[in-house]
């Protein structure tokens, strides 16, 4: 894959309780500023979210911002940005945020987390896209996910060169070279942009 000049990031809106992982998006952060990448994400000002976006600005780091018109209210969005884009809707959202990245990074979040990580995933498994997919396991927080999906292996539910599409590690640095390292897959031949 090469050299990743803007990832984006899905992540929690809250903060949670467990301050590693505050500290993990400090961490990474910093990381992008410190590697050049621009950061690309929800746009929100609080939580998980909030924290690694301001961490880059403080550092002069570059954040964009992609939010839908009805979650764009003043104590949700992060109105300091370097660029700021509202979209009609959630669908609209996560297209925009394929379209402009080179890689997506997953850190601990909710419902809204996962559903963006599910289907950045499965378009890359549908050969939609070609772009690597991190998890940051911070504190264990992936490991029961993890473990259903090596059942949804071992239940014939999920091919295992599909479970190895996701690349995970417990650290920022060395999940970002397995990024960078990433080769995709061919696409099946029976598989046309039409039919998806």
């Not at 994400?41 to 570059?62: D, E, F, P, S």
């Not at 539910?157 to 690349?167: A, G, R, S, T």
């Not at 397995?178 to 031949?189: G, H, L, W």
Request: proline share 3%; net charge neutral; glycine share 10%.
């Amino acid at each position: 894959m090469g050299k990743l000049k803007k990832i984006c990031v899905f992540c929690g809106s809250s903060s949670g309780n467990d301050d590693t992982i505050t500290a993990a998006a400090i961490a990474t952060g910093n990381l992008f500023v410190d590697k050049d990448i621009f950061l690309v994400y929800g746009a929100a000002k609080i939580g998980v979210m909030g924290t690694i976006a301001q961490t880059m600005l403080n550092k002069h780091g570059k954040v964009i911002g992609i939010i839908p018109q009805f979650l764009k209210k003043k104590e949700v969005v992060h109105l300091g940005l370097t660029e700021l884009i509202t979209t009609e809707n959630m669908h609209e959202r996560k297209l925009k945020m394929q379209e402009i990245s080179d890689g997506f990074m997953v850190l601990p979040g909710g419902f809204g987390t996962l559903e963006e990580l599910f289907e950045i995933i499965t378009w890359l498994q549908l050969g939609l896209h070609t772009k690597p997919i991190g998890i940051l396991n911070v504190n264990g927080f992936y490991d029961d996910l993890l473990e259903l999906l090596e059942t949804m292996v071992k239940k014939g539910f999920l091919k295992m060169e599909n479970y190895d599409l996701l690349l995970v590690d417990t650290s920022e640095e060395k999940l970002l070279q397995k990024m960078e390292a990433f080769k995709a897959p061919q696409i099946p031949k029976w598989l046309k942009p039409e039919r998806t």
